[in-house]
């Protein structure tokens, strides 16, 4: 492989733009889930008076309907990954991400204005819908950008900026709504999306348009591309091949745990009467920041794990998967963190699962740009993406009620099994890594008529 020195580096500012993108994008979706613990923020949304108290059947209800908020959202995230994809790879990325950025900050803005759980539910709707542009916009922009050889690193990189996003609404989000009421945390946090809107807007482009490219990197980044234009497909078509649904499994399987990580870590946290330790909001910040930082070190770690062994010779096959189940086994031990009554042993262990889960992801995403072509990898992520949040939607509905009924410990099993079952499903639906290629794509096209 060449490296950056020879073949030149403006190609990762381009990765510094997709994460600084990731982490507002994550700021914007993770507020909700620190201020849910807020509790002026909890009697609004019931409707409960200020100075009446706050029942633990109070509670209790408003965790489902949380959870049924959280469900929406990924309803309108699973349906975005259906449009977004498509139309990504036929508008371009520059015009596709800038829809989504513009949809998610208005919905972010527009959830300062909420009076009740109806409200919330439309605009974390709308919010879901908006973000599902993120990942498909920044995996696509990865195989415009990067040979092979670089894109689960790249992909790692600008994955980190996931939990950069946590992280900075952990420190920031508590103190805005301690200081200025939860109403500030919605509308600061919003407001960033418009500046990434215009930052996104003039700065990005095709590698081929780019004047600031110089020729010899430009030849490095496509030194492994395919000489022919390829064909353009159809997401029926995608859905017939089998790289398609082992994405898609391993998007099924894994999507969820996060989120439930990112929508119920802050209440596991305050609400867990097995820790000898609960936090608030005046005391998430530097345990968030822990798991965060470690979390950013997976993702980094995973991503350069993976690529490593394909420089010691190892096939892509090989390197994915090992990488992937190196990962599975970090995450078996998290169903711990629910029985331990040490909260420095729950952080030490959530912090190992998510590090764990951020390098399964970078992997994950270098997937779709590994075994398709560029055209479609847009909308195969999209289809992943779609499969992921369907999974999300399903556990979302279901966490408030178990969590309300058994406390976490289901949860965390289900973290435990998901990702060495989804390994299992992968290596049995693909043996190999093979890519498709553009002779299939047109072989088939040819056959049904469409080229």
Not at 104 to 109: N, Y
Not at 201 to 213: A, G, H, Q
Request: glycine fraction near 8%; include cysteine.
């Amino acid at each position: 492989m060449q490296t950056t020195t020879t073949s030149g580096s403006f190609r990762w500012r381009i990765v510094a733009l997709l994460f600084l993108a990731t982490t507002i994008n994550y700021v914007d979706r993770q507020v909700l889930s620190f201020t849910m613990t807020d509790e002026i923020f909890r009697k609004e949304m019931l409707d409960i008076a200020p100075e009446a108290d706050l029942t633990k059947e109070a509670t209790d209800r408003f965790k489902v309907l949380y959870g049924d908020v959280d469900a929406a959202f990924k309803f309108a995230y699973a349906i975005g990954f259906l449009l977004v994809g498509w139309l990504i790879d036929r508008i371009g990325t520059r015009r596709g991400f800038a829809l989504g950025i513009t949809v998610w900050s208005i919905a972010a803005v527009l959830t300062t204005f909420v009076q009740n759980m109806v409200g919330l539910r439309w605009a974390r709707a709308l919010l879901g819908l908006g973000e599902s542009a993120n990942f498909p916009s920044a995996i696509k922009t990865v195989a415009e950008w990067f040979p092979k050889s670089e894109r689960s690193f790249a992909n790692g990189l600008f994955n980190a900026g996931t939990n950069v996003g946590i992280i900075l609404t952990a420190m920031a989000v508590p103190y805005l709504i301690l200081q200025f009421g939860w109403r500030s945390s919605f509308f600061i946090t919003g407001v960033l999306g418009f500046g990434l809107l215009i930052l996104w807007w003039f700065t990005y482009s095709k590698p081929e348009r780019n004047p600031k490219l110089s020729a010899e990197e430009l030849a490095y980044i496509r030194s492994d591309d395919d000489k022919v234009k390829p064909p353009k497909v159809s997401w029926g078509r995608l859905l017939g091949y089998k790289q398609t649904w082992a994405f898609a499994v391993g998007k099924f399987m894994a999507d969820p745990i996060w989120w439930f990580y990112m929508s119920w870590l802050p209440d596991f946290f305050n609400s867990n009467d097995a820790l000898d330790q609960k936090l608030d909001l005046k005391s998430f910040g530097v345990p968030f920041l822990i798991i965060y930082v470690v979390s950013d070190a997976g993702s980094i770690f995973f991503g350069w794990l993976s690529t490593q062994f394909m420089n010691f010779g190892w096939s892509a096959n090989r390197a994915r998967k090992t990488t992937m189940l190196i990962c599975a086994l970090c995450i078996v031990p998290i169903f711990f963190a629910a029985q331990t009554s040490s909260l420095t042993v729950a952080i030490a262990l959530i912090s190992l699962a998510t590090a764990a889960h951020q390098g399964w992801s970078a992997n994950m995403y270098t997937f779709a740009s590994d075994l398709f072509p560029k055209n479609v990898v847009a909308s195969v992520t999209g289809i992943g993406g779609m499969f992921g949040a369907v999974g999300g939607i399903l556990l979302a509905l279901l966490a408030g009620r178990i969590i309300t009924a058994f406390g976490y410990l289901p949860m965390f099993i289900i973290a435990s099994c998901a990702y060495l079952i989804a390994l299992v499903i992968i290596h049995l639906v693909l043996p190999r890594l093979e890519p498709v290629t553009l002779e299939e794509l047109e072989a088939e096209l040819t056959v049904s008529g469409k080229l």
